[in-house]
Each structure stands twice: as C-alpha cells, then as structure tokens.
C-alpha cells in the first residue's frame, strides 16, 4: 500500500511533541487523524489541552500515546498508524484516577478498545509493532504475540504517584489549618487585650477629673499615694487611741 502519503509529511509544530521519538506527521482531508483532525493546527489545540495532565506525571507514556492519535507518525502506508492498545491501556490506568479526582473522564473517542492488539501500530516500547514503515526502508513485519508483553489492567487501587500527590496536598492542607487556627487565636488574644487596655483608658478618663458641689474640679491622687496617706491616718488614730 505505498503511496504518495510520504510526500505530505510534515515537521510536528506541536510543543506538546517535541520529544516524541518521530517529528513528521501527515494529517490531510483524505487521510483525517485517529479522531478526524483534518488539521495541525486543529489538532495542536487539542492535544495541548492534555497539558495539565502530563505536567502531573501520571504517566510517562501519556505524550506518546496523545501524539499517535491525535498528529500520527508519517510512514509510508496510505493511512495514519494509530497507537497499540497496550499504550493505551497504559496511560489511561495511570491517568484516569487523577482525571477522575478532578471530575474528568477518559473521552470515549480515545477508548483503548478503538486501537489494535498487534500492528500495525505505536507501541509503548517507542516503535512501530507490525510493520517497519519508515520512508526509504522496506515494509517488514514485526509482529508481536499478546503474550510478548503483560496487558496492563484497570488500576482498581490509587496509583503510586496519586498517593504522593494526596499526601503533599494533605500535609499543605494540614499546615494551612495549623495556621489559620493559630491566626485565630492570635487575633481573639490581640482584640481582647485591645478592650482590656481600652477599658482602663476609659476608666482613667472617668475617673481624671471628679466634680464637687463647689464646682472645683480636681486630680485624683494616684492609688499608691491614697494608700500610703490611709496607712498614715490608721497609724495615727492607732497612736491616739494608745495615748
């Protein structure tokens, strides 16, 4: 099936791709990406939504995956080869619990049941199972039994990754508590000595000036002074009483 495919390849624009081990893809009208992209720049924008996700590190195989489907590698078969099923069921196992936590869920057209068991197709490994079709080589099989490879299953329990993840987000969680509870206290402390200290400073003014019948207003002595002076009369009645 050689054909004039090879002559529209063109270079990945992505960033999202970069560093995927091809750098050609071929997305035309008669030859639609895995999700019928007609478009790079169409398919650009969507594979860089995914962004969020990788920066997670869910997976090490996320990009490969995404970029197979959504910006094929250029080959010299007439049609897009499209990711194995086992790159597949490799992202999505490591990724979909953390899509999940977030309120996603892993789109129906990227279903790993869409892609095939053998080649030809892009294997996690980082090559093409089935078939070598790499412009100016010839087409040689390299088929592979499912019994080459263990399937990856469903993860039922929390990823590796997603259990770190929890634990940082509830360590921050816990310390931000810590300190919203101390800040709490803080403040209760700092308004009630603020109405402490207000409440002498009202008193003291109550009390500076006192007003007597003959309108003389004058200054209170200070407490020690009242209590020295009491001290003095009690001695000196004492003193009377004993003469």
């Known amino acids: 099936m050689v054909s004039a495919y090879t002559s529209k390849c063109e270079p990945i624009t992505a960033p999202f791709?970069?560093?995927?081990?091809y750098n050609t893809t071929v997305i035309t009208a008669q030859a639609p990406n895995h999700i019928n992209q007609t478009t790079q720049k169409e398919a650009r924008e969507e594979?860089?939504?995914w962004k969020p996700l990788n920066d997670m590190g869910c997976s090490p195989h996320l990009v490969l995956f995404l970029c197979s489907v959504h910006l094929p590698v250029c080959t010299i078969l007439d049609k897009p080869i499209p990711p194995c099923r086992s790159l597949c069921q490799i992202s999505k196992s490591s990724c979909e619990y953390l899509m999940n936590f977030f309120g996603y869920d892993w789109p129906d057209r990227i279903e790993?049941?869409?892609?095939?068991?053998?080649?030809p197709?892009?294997?996690?490994?980082?090559?093409?199972i089935g078939y070598l079709v790499y412009p100016g080589y010839d087409i040689i099989n390299i088929t592979r039994n499912e019994t080459d490879y263990e399937m990856p299953e469903s993860s039922e329990g929390m990823p590796e990754f997603m259990k770190m993840l929890l634990l940082k987000w509830a360590v921050i969680a816990v310390c931000s508590l810590v300190g919203l509870?101390?800040?709490?206290?803080?403040?209760v402390i700092l308004v009630k000595r603020y109405r402490r200290r207000r409440s002498q400073q009202d008193s003291q003014k109550k009390h500076k000036y006192e007003t007597v019948n003959t309108g003389v207003v004058y200054a209170p002595q200070p407490t020690a002074v009242h209590d020295a002076l009491d001290q003095?009369?009690?001695?000196?009645?004492?003193?009377n009483r004993s003469v």
């Open 181 to 187: 509870i101390l800040g709490i206290v803080a403040c």
């Open 121 to 128: 197709c892009v294997s996690e490994l980082g090559y093409i």
């Open 232 to 239: 003095v009369e009690l001695q000196k009645t004492q003193t």
């Open 17 to 21: 791709c970069k560093n995927v081990w």
């Open 47 to 49: 594979v860089q939504r």
């Open 112 to 119: 790993c049941d869409l892609y095939p068991v053998n080649g």
